[in-house]
């Protein structure tokens, strides 16, 4: 029996990524991710024995990726507007290296939800929480609206940064953009969302 090859798997698991995020796990086919490492399918199988089992690496992975970043922020004891400013840089960065995430958990909730709520890393994620706790003072201080939550921020967070990946076709179209001048219009986005988010939370 061949020995595993560390390099080999690695890019397997580059290339499951790239698929799994752009196809979902529905529309992705070993043969796909075979073809986009540059292996046989059969050397793919060696590896890993089913689609299942390599998706949940991948899934693993990439959520692996933006959580541990998460842990940082909120093992930092940073203010309020520090990091929820350094929220919106982390998602963005991580959205502007992996830009077919959005559409991959969008796929991953339209086709099997249970797979995200029971990864330790999505059980142990602890930002809302301690968001709830700095806007709990800044209420107390009346900086901070009554209504708003850590579940809100980060959702609303989430959703400016990865919306224009969601929608990229039909910004691009509609606006005659270029791939370089979409890549600027996100990239200037980031101020906007910070100031927008930071608006939406004064009473």
Do not use: W
Not at 1 to 13: E, N, R, S, V
Not at 16 to 23: D, I, L, Q, S, V
Not at 72 to 91: D, K
């Amino acid at each position: 029996m061949p020995k595993i090859d560390h390099d080999t798997k690695q890019k397997i698991l580059e290339a499951a990524e790239k698929t799994f995020h752009r196809n979902g796990f529905k529309g992705t086919r070993t043969t796909m991710i075979a073809e986009e490492a540059g292996i046989s399918r059969t050397m793919l199988h060696y590896y890993y024995n089913t689609k299942e089992a390599l998706f949940q690496e991948v899934l693993t992975s990439t959520l692996s990726t933006v959580f541990s970043h998460f842990g940082r922020l909120t093992a930092s004891g940073q203010g309020l507007e520090q990091l929820i400013e350094n929220l919106v840089r982390v998602i963005a960065d991580v959205l502007a290296e992996k830009p077919d995430l959005p559409s991959f958990i969008v796929n991953i909730l339209n086709e099997a939800p249970e797979l995200l709520t029971v990864l330790p890393v999505v059980e142990e994620d602890d930002l809302p929480a301690v968001l709830d706790g700095l806007l709990a003072e800044g209420k107390k201080n009346g900086q901070v609206a009554g209504h708003v939550t850590g579940e809100e921020l980060v959702l609303n967070i989430y959703a400016l940064c990865s919306l224009p990946y969601l929608g990229a076709p039909y910004i691009k179209m509609k606006e005659n953009r270029s791939d370089e001048g979409m890549a600027v219009f996100i990239h200037q986005r980031r101020k906007r969302i910070l100031d927008f988010v930071l608006k939406g939370i004064k009473p």
